[in-house]
């Protein structure tokens, strides 16, 4: 985690003007949603090349058998690109970057995420025997909460969980999948199939780590991760030359901020051409990437809902004697301007 992120505390007196001051970044929602589709697609089409190249090589041994690669590839495409994917896009997230007029909005969105996340959860724990994935008193916590509609000890549960047995759970799933793709890479000797695999595993991993938090990021925060499997899946297929490659670094430069020995060790991988080391890195980058977003947008929330987005008597009343006194500083037959 970044000093940027660490510094994101909730303040006490907080107003939602100071929130939008010093949270709030201008944002193209729309843009960034047809940006998403985009990437997301560019890393389906890629991931169909490859396929589609694997099954012409088998093709030309046999033609039958390649009828059955192209069934096959049809296949796995659905399951392993379009299915998590969509589970990813579909799934939960909080609206945090908002002004004052939406403010209001955005809590009551949030709050409902927040609900939904820990009913999932609380499924989750029920229905599989031995996953391990959450803490059983804090998930019990969530239940009662639930039930009782106690929408602060909710919170506190779901906070403890995710600095806790979450974020043990989220490195251990992205360690797997980083060994996965560095050692299917390592054996495959294929830059189309290394390709593939790592485009799957990625996904896979981010779906994964979607599903244990509950929610995924944002649509703007979602494109730069999808962007990075793009990256991770060109340097694959080989084009990771040294040049390539110190660029890419640089443009993941924000994923490697929070893990010191990750940009250095990146460089000397893909400059070195050792490939299954540097696919299992570059792998890791992007999962400590994806907990690094989410974990920012929690802290957001929770930040954003403990202000008052609600105008007070007060601050009415003090703007009606703030009006009454410029009135009154006015001469009687002065038009006010403008008019």
Not at 92 to 109: E, I, L, P, W
Not at 225 to 254: C, E, P, R
């Amino acid at each position: 985690m970044s000093k940027k992120d660490k510094n994101i505390v909730p303040e006490q007196g907080m107003t939602i003007y100071e929130y939008e001051d010093k949270y709030v970044r201008r944002q193209n929602s729309k843009g960034a949603k047809l940006l998403l589709f985009i990437v997301a697609g560019l890393v389906g089409v890629f991931l169909a090349w490859c396929l589609f190249s694997i099954t012409m090589q088998v093709w030309q041994i046999h033609e039958y058998a390649g009828y059955a690669a192209t069934a096959i590839s049809v296949i796995l495409y659905i399951f392993l690109f379009i299915v998590p994917v969509v589970k990813i896009y579909k799934s939960d997230y909080f609206v945090t970057n908002v002004n004052s007029a939406h403010a209001g909005k955005a809590k009551r969105h949030n709050k409902k995420v927040r609900r939904n996340i820990a009913s999932k959860m609380v499924d989750f724990n029920n229905s599989v025997d031995g996953a391990g994935w959450y803490d059983d008193k804090l998930v019990g916590d969530l239940d009662v909460a639930l039930k009782s509609g106690d929408d602060e000890g909710l919170k506190v549960a779901l906070t403890a969980l995710y600095n806790g047995k979450v974020k043990k759970t989220a490195k251990e799933i992205i360690f797997k999948c980083s060994l996965k793709s560095a050692a299917y890479s390592a054996i495959s000797q294929n830059s189309r199939l290394d390709a593939a695999l790592v485009s799957v595993i990625n996904l896979q991993m981010i779906k994964d780590i979607v599903f244990l938090y509950g929610f995924r990021p944002s649509d703007a925060r979602l494109v730069k991760i999808f962007g990075a499997v793009l990256q991770n899946s060109l340097i694959s297929y080989g084009l990771g030359s040294v040049k390539l490659g110190n660029g890419i670094v640089k443009t993941m430069g924000d994923a490697a901020k929070g893990i010191p020995f990750l940009g250095s060790a990146i460089s000397a991988l893909v400059d070195s051409s050792i490939q299954g080391l540097a696919n299992g890195t570059m792998t890791a980058v992007i999962g400590f990437q994806t907990i690094r977003y989410l974990n920012k947008e929690y802290k957001l929330q929770n930040i954003l809902d403990g202000i008052d987005v609600a105008e007070t008597e007060a601050d009415l009343q003090e703007a009606c004697e703030r009006i009454e006194d410029e009135l009154r500083k006015r001469p009687r037959n002065a038009a006010p301007q403008g008019i």
